[in-house]
T-cell receptor, first 110, second 112 residues
Framework: GQQLNQSPQSMFIQEGEDVSMNCTSS?????WLWYKQDPGEGPVLLIA?????ELTSNGRLTAQFGITRKDSFLNISASIPSDVGIYFC??????????FGTGTRLKVLA | SAVISQKPSRDICQRGTSLTIQCQVDSQVTMMFWYRQQPGQSLTLIAT?????????ESGFVIDKFPISRPNLTFSTLTVSNMSPEDSSIYLC?????????FGPGTRLTVL
């Protein structure tokens, strides 16, 4: 079946560093979404991407929809302690069919 | 976007009992979804709930174990029936608007 592979699985970084994570698949998708989940909370939508090659920013976050439509990238610039959490990618296949990645656990060291 | 609330936020239940989780949305939505997130794992879709019709269950999930109601366009319930410790998980409802999915805060269930 379809699945999304996220990497890295987890990362420790120093406050102020930039962070990059990606999500890949063997299938083509038309929409990519990035979520952040804080402990004890539901995932919160960060960025939505609708077109291949699209680059979208939300504050210190920038995400790109890969040209092949099989991948997406999320970058966080100048990380701060509140960036800690789990970041999930999701891709939309067909109508109402969302597939979630395995998650990247981010820990920021002050 | 949509504002979603869930009740209860957490519960500890005994094996063999059932728990009904409520999901309330601040606007009318066509599709509501129920997910399970086991500790340290990603989200797994349990079922999709349309108002006025039977829920559609994903492979590995059955109506007898996870009955769902969708009485109107702003509300849904998920029941976890005859619980066992393996059902300990976070249960999340979500809604879709404009190809973006928004999640409730989740219900953390522990089964002893």
């Amino acid at each position: 079946g379809q699945q999304l592979n996220q990497s890295p699985q987890s990362m420790f970084i120093q406050e102020g560093e930039d962070v990059s994570m990606n999500c890949t698949s063997s299938s083509i998708f038309n929409t990519w979404l990035w979520y952040k989940q804080d402990p004890g909370e539901g995932p919160v939508l960060l960025i939505a991407l609708y077109k291949a090659g699209e680059l979208t920013s939300n504050g210190r976050l920038t995400a790109q929809f890969g040209i092949t439509r099989k991948d997406s990238f999320l970058n966080i610039s100048a990380s701060i302690p509140s960036d800690v959490g789990i970041y999930f990618c999701a891709a939309v296949s067909g109508t109402y069919k969302y597939i979630f990645g395995t998650g990247t656990r981010l820990k920021v060291l002050a | 976007s949509a504002v979603i609330s869930q009740k209860p936020s957490r519960d500890i239940c005994q094996r063999g009992t059932s728990l009904t989780i409520q999901c309330q949305v601040d606007s009318q939505v066509t599709m509501m979804f129920w997910y399970r997130q086991q500790p340290g794992q990603s989200l797994t879709l349990i079922a999709t709930a349309n108002q006025g019709s039977e829920a559609t269950y994903e492979s590995g999930f059955v109506i007898d174990k996870f009955p769902i109601s969708r009485p109107n366009l702003t509300f849904s319930t998920l029941t976890v029936s005859n619980m066992s410790p393996e059902d300990s998980s976070i249960y999340l409802c979500s809604v879709e608007t404009d190809i973006e999915q928004f999640f409730g805060p989740g219900t953390r269930l522990t089964v002893l």
